[in-house]
């Protein structure tokens, strides 16, 4: 997964699953795109993923989720939950906003 910790006024943290990185997705309305300039930033696993997920929500950060591998990870470090997923072209994608 690719993790990309934007620092502003409230930090940002864009996760998604590597091989989504650059892909655009549209159903109706709606549309995904998977910004390399937003969401390139380090490879992890999922197991470091999930400690950056954890710390940054304790520093009130801000999530971009988007990926079957990444919103896994965030439900396993307790970010999100089920009710909290969107699909697009089935496409798993989460917001947090805190």
């Given at each position: 997964m690719f993790v990309n910790i934007i620092k502003s006024y409230r930090n940002i943290v864009a996760v998604c699953d590597e091989e989504l990185l650059g892909k655009y997705f549209s159903e109706g309305n709606f549309q995904?795109?998977?910004?390399?300039?937003?969401?390139y930033g380090n490879?992890?696993?999922?197991?470091?993923?999930?400690?950056?997920?954890?710390?940054?929500?304790?520093?009130?950060?801000?999530f971009n989720i988007v990926g079957?591998?990444?919103?896994?990870?965030?439900?396993?470090?307790?970010?999100?939950?089920?009710?909290?997923i969107k699909r697009i072209q089935n496409i798993p994608f989460a917001l947090v906003l805190l």
């Open positions: 995904l795109e998977v910004k390399e300039s937003f969401f490879s992890y696993s999922e197991d470091e993923t999930i400690l950056i997920m954890k710390k940054m929500f304790k520093e009130d950060a801000t079957e591998n990444s919103v896994r990870a965030a439900i396993k470090a307790e970010i999100i939950n089920e009710d909290c």
